[in-house]
């Protein structure tokens, strides 16, 4: 009798190790399985756009432009000004009269054209500096994007986390800078920055187009 009990319990272990056995194949291929990375997953990189603008050789080529322009702006108006100082030192020392009127109405006429210059001056110059910073960031968008297929990166975001909010301001301007935050953290490993700015002054060095690429509408 005991001898029966012991085989049927020894028959019960073994049959409970087989399916055990038969169960662990499937339980480590389960395990893999939820490890294992899709194909299609999303692998997202980030850029310090304010970085990447203040770094690129382009860019300090480009204001080097915008500053000579703008000092050709200022002597011509600083000639304007001195001519409009000899006018009025002119018109002073002459006496009361027809004269007078006539030369203090082409002073006035003067110092109007002058102040008409210093505003187109001032918005040809802001016009510029708003072209350059749209076609400067065409070409970061397409470099990005470039960079990013080579890298079997999905997607690529301006990255803000390094940005600090200021103890001084206001709960509710604070409140404001919270909200308007997208990324609260990013391993150092997801970021593009240096890479980017490399490539795109590799290209500009090497000759690159002076105007934004067909296919670098800002967003995509």
Known sequence: MKTGMIVALCAGVVAGGVLLAGLQPSAVGTSRA????????T???????????????????????????????????????????????????????????????????????????????DAELERMRAATFRLLYEKINDAARRLAQQRGFTMVMAADDALSIPASISSDDMQRVIGLRRLLWVDPGQDITRDLITMMDNEFSAGGSATAPASGKAGN
Do not use: C
């Open 43 to 121: 692998r997202i990189a980030t850029v310090n756009l304010e970085s990447v603008f203040n770094s690129l050789k382009e860019r300090a080529t480009r204001q080097a432009e915008l500053d000579a322009r703008k000092s050709v702006a200022e002597a011509e108006l600083a000639k304007l000004a001195n001519e409009l100082k000899d006018m009025q030192t002119k018109i002073e020392a002459m006496p009361a009269g027809a004269g007078r009127d006539r030369a203090m109405g082409d002073f006035l006429r003067r110092q109007v054209q002058a102040e008409v210059e210093r505003r187109i001056a």
């Open 34 to 41: 939820t490890q294992a990375t899709p194909s299609n997953a």
